[in-house]
């Protein structure tokens, strides 16, 4: 199946042979990526480049720091070390500039001292606002160092306030990378349509100004993306079902339609996240063969999490194996298949 | 999209298949469907004012200025549902951005800053302040998530009045701002007593425009963002929206609103005191949000309406029956003091008996009410093992 709007965006890609892999080919580029959580080593110096229109899979044991990799690339969590490269650019790096946020946090206080200033409130002693507003600028301040002085222990006060790092997700999908989830996290109260529309966000032009008068602009976009969505619906075997909340559809069917609102925004790299637990083998064997076509006909490369070694096998250029957060083999599927240290990190050391 | 027009459709006779034939009509033509609704009501509760046991109550014009006012709480709602029905931000503060429109107005045509601009741009302008502190109030907090958001703009509706209160030299602290300024169109002033019909009227096209551009913004792609930060922030975030400057819109958009609102006010009584724009503002609006069912533009209006004739008509209907007609307890009592209690129980009631509010829009009803569906739509991991 076909769809021409998107394939007009994404330039079609021969599915590129694994041996060649000029600086010009890889679309993604992943250099000493280490992610630590506190002692934890989640993931330790890897290095992995995705080629262009390839289908690269990362396998390992359980707890082996797949996902945390993943999350890294997608942009939900800031590496330790390392970076990601994409399309040439650098993508993600070490988070820095932390110290804009506290920034952030004490604008609305000095806005409201300066306020209080200006009314003439702290001149004749109004001392209960001063000193409270003394107070939140002393505490704000404090954030600040800690900021810059500890920043780890900054970033977990933040995270135990509750503070989502929002901000980078959006860039990555801005760069043309679609992500599913391995824990199915679609918009559960809206309609298919709708979560695959929520998926094409960056795609739809109008503005604010657009919204409120509904101008003409505002129409045509909706049409076409409604048109265009029901076409990703139909590429993922889900076109009867676009009014039905997502969270009514079957399992299997929630998998397609994660597919289908990644597809959205017309990514170039799609990060699938485990993109058959959880099914049967008839819907393992209809998935694999999605992703196949997905590759054929929109060009796409693939970045895969898997556990379902005959879909590894089956479809992927190049495999990454992860154990305990380090890179312990890489190559062909033939290749990883017949390394030692996999079989050791499966299955343990064999008797001697 | 499936919010619904509740109100002309609702009290249609005729059987389902036609009612769902007028509800898509007025899908397809939100807009115009506005118009005629609340042309509806501009007509209808006048007419239902001059009916017996409400006519005897009080006059006419008591009951138009009555609607005047539920109208500005109306307006709150719908703009609170931006917030809290539409994108699940939960803010409790919301009266703080009714201060600031309010006061905006006082300070631009009142004998105690001896400013006098006219009211139909200063509409304009108090929305557009009021817009402008949501995003102040926003940028930092947004961050936050349930009940942190909740306390920040908590404190913030408690800040704003008690600056307002001590800032005395330009407020003029607890007397407030008097003798504003009242509507005038060419040289035809509102008048502030006898006929209540130019503010009646004002407020049902402000009430109009808010709903129509209300609907706009939730079908287009930024209420569908608003949505989607709802269900899932980080699926959100991961489908491209940028969440924060989604929530600082919803923000800014529902604090216009009740800028409106503001301006609206204070031309209409003329005066304006903290006071007026405490906490059980704030609450009171949410309760009409919750109680209307969240989402659910028109719910949320008839909603808030509701609640405002009780609280205003039916509480004090109340202590005038029971001073008449000597009941031992109930007589005793003051119910306009127990409002809030009784707001209490009818959200307790409500979330055990109706959580999707008194109107839902059908997403919502559907929400809540697809158990079974909802055994087998439950995600989560179906093998029971989560890897990593």
Known sequence: MRIPESVATVPAQPATSTGARSSTDVLLQARGVTKRFGGLVAVRDVDLDIPKGGIVSIIGPNGAGKTTFFNVVAGIIDPTTGSVGFRGRPLITRPRRTWLEPLLWMLPAVVMILAALALGVLDRGESVISIAGIAIVGVLAATLLLAIIRPTRYTRLMERLGILRSARPNDVVAAGIGRTFQNIRLFQNMSALENVLVGMHLKLRSNLLDHLVSSPR??????????????????????????????????????????????????????????????????????????????????????????????????????????????????????????????????????? | MSAVIQGPAR??????????????????????????????????????????????????????????????????????????????????????????????????????????????????????????????????????????????????????????????????????????????????????????????????????????????????????????IREDELAAAANGVNTVTTKLLAFALGASTAGLAGVFLASKLQTVTPNLFRFDVSFTVLAMVVLGGMGNVWGVAVGAFILFMIQSVFLKQLNIFFDNVHVPILSDLDFLQYQFLLYGIALVGMMLLRPEGLFPSRRRRRELHTEEDQAFGEHGDPLGASPE
Do not use: C
């Not at chain 1, 099914?279 to 895969?304: S, V």
């Not at chain 2, 501009?42 to 009916?51: C, D, G, M, S």
């Not at chain 2, 961050?143 to 800040?159: H, K, P, Q």
């Open chain 1, 218 to 352: 505002q129409r045509r976009d909706e049409e076409a993306a409604a048109r265009r969505a029901g076409e990703l619906l139909a590429l993922v075997g889900l076109g009867g079902r676009k009014d039905e909340l997502a969270k009514n559809l079957p399992y299997g069917d929630q998998r397609r339609l994660e597919l289908a609102r990644a597809l959205g925004n017309d990514p170039v790299l799609l990060l699938l996240d485990e993109p058959t637990a959880g099914m049967n083998p008839a819907e393992t064997a209809a998935m694999t063969a999605l992703i196949g076509r997905l590759r054929r006909d929109l060009g796409l490369t693939i970045l895969l999490i898997e556990h379902d070694m005959r879909v590894v096998m089956g479809i992927s250029d190049h495999i990454l194996v992860l154990d305990h957060g380090e890179q312990i083999s890489e190559g062909s599927p033939d290749e990883v298949r017949r390394d030692p240290k996999v079989i050791e990190a499966y299955l343990g050391t064999a008797p001697t």
């Open chain 2, 11 to 228: 009290s249609l006779p005729g059987g389902p298949g036609l009612r769902r034939r007028l509800r898509d009509l007025a899908a397809q033509h939100r807009s115009l469907s506005v118009l005629i609704g609340m042309a509806v009501v501009t007509v209808v509760l006048p007419a239902v004012a001059l009916l017996p046991p409400l006519s005897s109550f009080s006059g006419l014009n008591v009951w138009i200025d009555g609607f005047t006012i539920a109208g500005i709480f109306v307006l709150l709602a719908l703009g609170l549902n931006i917030v809290v029905g539409l994108s699940g931000l939960l803010d409790l503060g919301y009266a703080a951005f009714f201060a600031i429109g309010a006061y905006t107005y006082a300070f631009a045509a009142s004998p105690f800053t001896g400013n006098d601009f006219p009211f139909w741009p200063m509409l304009l302008v108090g929305a557009l302040m009021a817009a402008t502190f949501g995003i102040l109030l926003g940028a930092p907090t947004l961050r936050l998530r349930g009940d942190y958001l909740a306390i920040v703009t908590l404190g913030f509706g408690e800040i704003v009045p008690i600056v307002i209160l001590n800032s005395s030299k330009y407020t003029d602290g607890p007397n407030g701002i008097g003798g504003i300024s009242p509507p005038t169109i060419g040289d035809v002033v509102f008048p502030t007593t006898g006929n209540p019909w130019p503010f009646y009227l004002t407020m049902i096209a402000l009430i109009t425009l808010s709903m129509i551009l209300i609907y706009r913004l939730q079908d287009s792609r930024l209420g569908r963002a608003w949505m989607a």
